[in-house]
């Protein structure tokens, strides 16, 4: 099995998984988006940075531009195996949150946890 493939067929299992975890019936304080960034984990990383050069960092993207590419990957105007699966089950409100999330978190936000200090 290629390199590729078997990094996709780990993605998507990842995937999978955490698209599994049920949301807690108690009121959370983290901010909207947090909870359904839990589908991203497995590709862009737990803080919206990518551990694999072959999936975009999240973190610290402009919002408009993030929800355009979700829009363009729902609409199937861009297409990813991985990706556009993902983005044809998100809402409108889903998209618009996920992508302010990943705007105000910072782009720094996941180096320390990889052991990069800023």
Known sequence: MST????TSAAAAAMLSAA???PSAQPSAEPAGATKSLRCVACHGPSGI???PTFP???GQNATYLEIQL???KSGERYHPLMTPV???LSREDIAELA???SRIGPLAGLSSMG???
């Open 4 to 7: 590729a493939r078997t990094v």
């Open 20 to 22: 599994s975890v049920a």
């Open 50 to 52: 990518s551990p694999n």
């Open 57 to 59: 960092h999240l973190a």
């Open 71 to 73: 829009e363009n990957f």
């Open 87 to 89: 983005a044809q089950e």
């Open 100 to 102: 302010r999330y990943f």
């Open 116 to 118: 990069t200090e800023p």
